[in-house]
């Protein structure tokens, strides 16, 4: 596992903790920035936190793992998510996942060996009405198509 | 009934200026306003919202908040991102009002992780509010003080009921909590906390701004006003429709260009699926309720991999805390995989059936309680074709 040199860990969190409070109601903000900035949630980082915060670190092991917007393994620097609920599978969703499958050389859950992409499932993102519907990181597509999946990795490779 | 034609959120000039009005009336005014209209919590279960308000405003403590519930998980429904997209100023001045009508000092929105999109206009928006004094300190010139602070979810379905979503906002896992207590009373770090939709808020904006009776004409009798639709699936006009409490499914269907519709799947993955032999009825909280999913098939949808969706989506979603939930769930989705082998016999399907019953009885929160809905009321409804669905070819190999 690549660990990020630990000082700047330190560090993100110390600002991080002056920024939201050492309370226990600033775990996940804390959370989801470190996760943002890092792809991922490691040991250590769980460690520094739960000592910031006077809380066990079990518990932030247990706050982590019940998010799935929060990992203990490192994710790609483009976190594609697929949403899979009914109406985009109605709407298409197989081909398009085929299509990223193929493109991506990766299986749905998998991140690739130069952690450039993850491939994940999701469920409802709220496109229902635009569907198949994707996330990749904060940005979402819609009204996908195989050739329009395809245009997009390519601008992102 | 009210013409279709007639809208509320999609006419800006209906809007008016609530916000204004509300601080000259007292907080107990404001909520009894709210009661009078009868307005009803629109993520779906329907609490009223003015008994809600007026429990959170009779309740004793140092410090109040309030919550607006942007963790619009149910599949199908997107009519909240519409709103906090487009609709910006009714959603966010109807916190306001909610603030000062339970007398609250602090307000969060909790945004699901997958419209972290909206943030930046979110933030945009509440600096605008701050600058033009109607957030912040002495809003509009008044001693009464309020603040919103925008909390992101993480991708957790669950997190859409209250007290999960306040376990989370806490720093906790989403579980449930017992109730009661209930939030009004024992909410965000143990102080009295109102919990609405993101709907709910900008309704109580309307109901302000034009008055309870005129909010009270919409609707039937124990559904008041208009209610906002996400409408998804086969049809030729999908979106979010604004219609009036009562409509019938049939006016819905030909409102937005459905044909050849074999069913309509109402509330989400936890609500109902409707046969055409029953599209007479209407969507009220007292026959079809629904927090704004409707999700249409065509007859060449196959029910059983629509089913089989639904529940994929709850075992995974369920936070795991509640037996009846936790393994009840896995307990259908082996009940669909039978199914699709042709190895379910009629028995084991009732017996299925009867295990949906106690999930609804026995799990600790509204997920476990509603998550059998679509495995009764499809597998009632569509019994031949599922039963029948491994000799066909979309089997769901």
């Known amino acids: 596992m690549i660990y990020p040199d630990k000082n700047v860990l330190v560090n993100e969190v110390d600002a991080l903790v002056k920024k939201y409070g050492s309370g226990r109601e600033s775990l996940l903000p804390i959370l989801q920035d470190v996760q943002r900035k890092f792809g991922f949630i490691s040991d250590f980082a769980m460690q520094e936190i739960a000592h910031r915060l006077d809380i066990h670190p079990v518990e932030v092991y247990g706050v982590v793992t019940f998010y799935s917007f929060l990992s203990t393994e490192p994710k790609g620097k483009y976190v594609i998510r697929l949403c899979k609920t009914i109406s985009c599978e109605l709407a298409g969703k197989e081909a398009v996942a085929k299509t990223l499958e193929r493109e991506l050389n990766l299986k749905f859950g998998e991140t690739s060996k130069d952690r450039k992409f993850t491939l994940e499932y999701c469920h409802c993102i709220g496109m229902c009405d635009q569907g198949p519907a994707m996330l990749i990181n904060e940005q979402v597509f819609t009204k996908l198509t195989p050739s329009k999946v395809i245009e997009i990795i390519d601008s992102l490779k | ?397």
């Open chain 2, 1 to 397: 009934m009210p013409i279709i034609n007639d809208t509320i959120f999609f006419d800006e000039k209906a809007h008016g200026e609530a916000l204004e009005k509300a601080l000259k009336m007292s907080p107990h005014e404001v909520v009894l306003e709210i009661r009078e209209s009868q307005l009803r919590g629109r993520g779906g279960a329907g609490f009223p919202t003015g008994t809600k308000w007026m429990l959170a405003l009779s309740a004793q403590a140092d410090k109040k908040f309030v919550v607006c519930n942007a963790d619009e998980g149910e599949p199908g429904t997107f009519k909240d991102r519409v709103l906090l997209s487009e609709y910006t100023k009714l959603v966010l001045e109807g916190m306001v009002i909610a603030g000062y009508a339970i007398q609250a000092q602090k307000g969060f929105i909790y945004l699901r992780g997958e419209y972290a999109y909206l943030l930046e206009h979110l933030l945009n928006y509440l600096d605008r509010m701050r600058k033009e004094n109607r957030l912040g300190e002495n809003i509009l010139g008044t001693n009464y003080s309020f603040d919103i602070e925008i909390r992101l979810g993480s991708g957790a379905y669950v997190c859409g009921e209250e007290t999960a979503l306040i376990e989370s906002l806490e720093g906790h896992r989403g579980e449930a909590r017992n109730r009661p207590p209930y939030p009004v009373n024992t909410g965000y770090l143990g102080y009295p906390t109102i919990v609405n939709n993101v709907e709910t808020f900008a309704c109580a904006y309307i109901v302000i701004s034009k008055g309870a009776q005129w909010f009270a004409k919409y609707g039937t009798e124990k559904s008041k006003g208009m209610k906002l639709i996400s409408v998804s699936g086969d049809c030729k006009k999908p979106g979010v429709y604004e219609v009036p409490f009562g409509i019938k499914i049939k006016e819905l269907l030909e409102l937005v260009g459905a044909e050849d519709t074999k069913a309509v799947q109402i509330g989400g993955a936890s609500g109902l699926c409707i046969p055409m032999s029953e599209i007479e009825r209407n969507i009220s909280f007292e026959d079809v309720p629904t927090g704004g999913s409707v999700i249409i098939f065509n007859k060449s949808r196959n029910m059983l991999q629509v089913l089989r969706n639904f529940m994929e989506f709850f075992v995974e979603e369920s936070c795991g805390q509640c037996t009846p939930c936790r393994v009840g769930n896995k307990k259908l989705l082996e009940g669909v995989e039978m199914l699709e082998k042709g190895i379910c016999t009629h028995h084991y399907l009732n017996e299925l059936i009867e295990l949906g019953k106690t999930m609804q009885i026995a799990s600790k929160c509204g997920l476990g309680q509603s998550s059998p809905n679509p495995f009764i009321s499809i597998v009632t409804n569509f019994k031949d074709e599922i039963m029948s669905n491994y000799l066909g070819s979309g089997n769901g190999q």
